[in-house]
């Protein structure tokens, strides 16, 4: 079992920023990758940042050049920091982490954390 414990929410005017953090109960060299999903009001969930096992990271293509994600490996931390924010960055942030239970994958989340931009 991996709990996700998320920091960071809050509310910001167009063009400011927000950091995000993201504590796993367990150590992150455990988890095959962890990073960041997104949904916004009547929208599907959607993936914004992950940073895999290696090293390598992947960004949506609305958030390239914008939101960086990075880890610290001694606190088993995944952090969003996330610039020129957009009123469509809106959503509730959830962490999530992906780790091999065998015989497969698992994945868990956090409770969520509200990102509110206004224009």
């Known amino acids: 079992q991996v709990q996700l414990v998320e920091f960071g929410g809050g509310l910001v005017q167009a063009g400011g920023s927000l950091r995000l953090s993201c504590a796993a109960s367990i150590s992150i060299f455990r988890l095959n990758a962890m990073g960041w999903y997104r949904q916004a009001p009547g929208k599907q969930r959607e993936l914004a940042a992950v940073?895999?096992?290696?090293?390598?990271?992947k960004y949506a293509d609305s958030v390239k050049g914008r939101f960086t994600i990075s880890r610290d490996n001694a606190k088993n931390t995944v952090f969003l920091q996330m610039n020129s924010l957009k009123p469509e960055d809106t959503a509730v942030y959830y962490c999530?982490?992906?780790?091999?239970?065998?015989?497969?994958?698992?994945?868990?989340w956090g409770q969520g954390t509200q990102v509110t931009v206004s224009s």
């Open positions: 999530y982490a992906l780790m091999t239970v065998v015989p497969g994958l698992r994945d868990y």
């Open positions: 940073i895999i096992s290696g090293g390598s990271t």
